[in-house]
């Protein structure tokens, strides 16, 4: 049985789309049945099927063309790839989205600790065009590789080492769920029939969906060590949505705002300046914590105590005012995604990944562990 279905949205891209394609050949330790690959050819006009059926896959590939016409959209590409999909996960990414190796091996370690949950990860954005087959042949996942294409991390990144990764602590963990590295139950994909349709222009459709199963009680988890790598195609990516986009957001805007009023307790004009540029009007939604004093600081360094410290913190969960502060040293074992799952009772309980962090890091304070 096909566990993971990928679907790849697609219009007149297809050399970005061939490396997407040949990198899913690298998927470790995950068997190439337990996989396929759904690409949803949105109306292009040049041949992507071409292009693109004589790679030398390893796994499982579909092909589906839709005419391109006025309901033309995102969401509708993306709900005839759900249409087509086996597997009981479905994970999207985007044309332009090329996976490391352990990409798959990721999402299913968070998937062996709670079924029903949505995983979502970050990206890596390169400044530079990738080669034709860089993909396949291994070299873009080197370090060096992506220090010469200038690589460089999402906002997401910055926003969660401000808020933390741990999304069960977030007001609105689903304005940080973007299809280019999202994986949810398929289940739960048709029990709210999918993305809504009336969403066509560009944005947020993705937010939209994600939005709807969150209301209706899913968990969301951040996995900050599944990064996948952008393929830049001419245009940088910064924290403000492009001028020639904006319309575009507004019009996906005005049909969120119509469909959940006042959503996240906002007003209509709030909610459209917050899609236009989510990276730096998040704190409209959320308050980062401004001091560490009446904290308890868990310092994680031995993977051998990693008992120890989820019966600490499950100790601290169970006290009235006590916030939690968790930094990971190790960054092997499943505490990233554990602490997400735990009911926090609204207190604050921040992750911290140390790797990710910019900047310094409280090594002391007097409920250290």
Not at 61 to 84: D, F, Q, T, W
Not at 245 to 267: C, R, T, W
């Amino acid at each position: 049985m096909i566990k993971y279905s990928f679907i790849i949205p697609t219009y007149n891209n297809e050399k970005l789309l061939r490396n997407a394609l040949f990198a899913l050949n690298h998927q470790t330790p995950i068997d190439r049945d337990d996989y396929e690959v759904i690409v949803v050819d949105d109306g292009s006009d040049r041949d992507t099927y071409e292009a693109i059926n004589n790679i030398n896959k390893k796994y499982s590939m579909k092909y589906v063309y839709l005419e391109r016409n006025e309901m033309s959209s995102r969401a509708k590409a993306r709900n005839a790839g759900i249409a087509k999909a086996e597997g009981e996960y479905i994970v999207f990414i985007d044309a332009d989205i090329i996976v490391k190796p352990n990409f798959l091996e990721e999402i299913d370690r968070c998937y062996r600790l709670k079924k029903d949950m949505i995983v979502v990860g970050t990206r890596i954005l390169l400044q530079e065009p990738a080669e034709d087959m860089a993909g396949e042949n291994g070299s873009l996942f080197d370090n060096d590789y992506f220090k010469d294409k200038g690589a460089i991390p999402e906002f997401r990144e910055e926003v969660f080492n401000d808020l933390s990764y741990n999304a069960a602590t977030m007001k609105a963990p689903f304005l940080y769920c973007f299809t280019c590295n999202l994986a949810v139950p398929k289940i739960w994909l048709n029990k709210v029939n999918g993305f809504d349709e009336d969403l066509k222009k560009w944005g947020i459709e993705d937010i939209e969906l994600i939005y709807r199963m969150y209301e209706l009680g899913l968990k969301i988890v951040f996995n900050s060590k599944n990064q996948v790598v952008h393929q830049f195609h001419g245009i940088k990516q910064g924290k403000f949505v492009q001028k020639n986009q904006e319309e575009e957001v507004d019009y996906n805007s005005e049909v969120f705002i119509k469909k959940h009023p006042q959503a996240m307790g906002l007003d209509n004009d709030k909610l459209k300046q917050l899609f236009r540029s989510i990276a730096t009007r998040y704190k409209s939604i959320e308050t980062p914590l401004s001091s560490t004093e009446n904290c308890m600081i868990i310092n994680f360094k031995e993977e051998e105590t990693l008992e120890e410290i989820k019966e600490v913190i499950q100790q601290a969960l169970e006290l009235e005012t006590t916030n939690i502060i968790i930094y990971d040293y190790v960054e092997t074992t499943d505490l990233d995604i554990w602490i997400q799952l735990q009911d926090v009772r609204g207190k604050v309980v921040k992750y911290y990944p140390v790797s990710k962090q910019t900047k310094e890091i409280e090594e002391v304070c007097d409920n250290q562990i």
